[in-house]
């Protein structure tokens, strides 16, 4: 079955810092990515996804993902963190079958320090 | 466009109990979805639509129907509700595009059952 995992449930950063959070994912065929954002109380939105036609994706507010499929891992990265950006952070993979279902990962709280 | 909306937004049931949340999307999306959150496990599907009139059980169905009677409307009910069912509901909705549809999110309902 697919799966996804999240590495560190919590990550800390100074603002400025460099955003790392990781995931990586199973799956026997080449998998459909996404990672979603959570902002307190609020639903998930879109940050970026990966359906196969480049390996480094680019999303909204200035976050990236590079696909790499020697390591099953699909990991978030911002170079430059703004306080903005405290949120909850989750990766998902797509199901196999065509039914549009996602498989989630456990998510990463991201705190970002003054 | 309103998006996705979900009512209600918070809602304080006691043990077996009914009740019904209404998720509402107005994009004309053929897929619907419903989640809960719980804290450390990610989202979890409970159940999907992939059209009017459709309904199938996604990972964690148990003590929960749903409707679409309607292509803009998703339904879930619990029929008698226990503590175990206190978390976060999430609805989303998703265009036709096989496994790499961007699903739409709504602001969620706390439940919490006493």
């Known amino acids: 079955a697919q799966s996804v995992t999240q590495l560190g449930s919590h990550v800390s950063v100074s603002e400025g810092a460099l955003v790392l959070l990781r995931c990586n994912y199973s799956?026997?065929?080449?998998?459909?990515l996404f990672w979603y954002v959570q902002y307190p109380n609020q639903g998930l939105q879109l940050l970026l996804k990966?359906?196969?036609?480049?390996?480094l994706v680019k999303g909204i507010n200035g976050f990236e993902a590079e696909f790499k499929k020697s390591e099953t891992s699909f990991h978030l990265t911002k170079p430059s963190a703004h306080m903005s950006d405290a949120a909850e952070y989750f990766c998902?993979?797509?199901?196999?079958?065509?039914?549009?279902?996602?498989?989630f990962g456990q998510g990463t709280t991201l705190q970002v320090k003054p | 466009n309103a998006g996705v909306t979900q009512t209600p937004k918070f809602r304080v049931l006691k043990t077996g109990q009914s009740m019904t949340l209404l998720c509402a999307q107005d994009?004309?999306?053929?897929?619907m979805y419903w989640y809960r959150q719980d804290p450390g496990m990610g989202l979890r599907l409970i159940h999907y639509?992939?059209?009017?009139?459709?309904?199938a059980k996604g990972e964690v169905p148990d003590g929960y129907n749903v409707s679409r009677l309607k292509k803009q409307n998703f339904l879930l009910g619990l029929e008698s509700a226990a503590p175990s069912q206190t978390s976060v509901y999430f609805c989303?909705?998703?265009?036709?595009?096989?496994?790499?549809?961007?699903?739409?999110f709504g602001p969620g309902t706390r439940l919490t059952v006493t």
């Open positions: 639509s992939v059209g009017e009139g459709t309904t």
């Open positions: 994009m004309n999306h053929e897929y």
């Open positions: 989303a909705s998703s265009y036709f595009m096989g496994q790499g549809g961007e699903q739409y």
């Open positions: 998902a993979v797509s199901d196999k079958s065509n039914t549009g279902k996602l498989i």
């Open positions: 990966y359906t196969s036609a480049a390996t």
């Open positions: 799956s026997s065929v080449p998998p459909y």
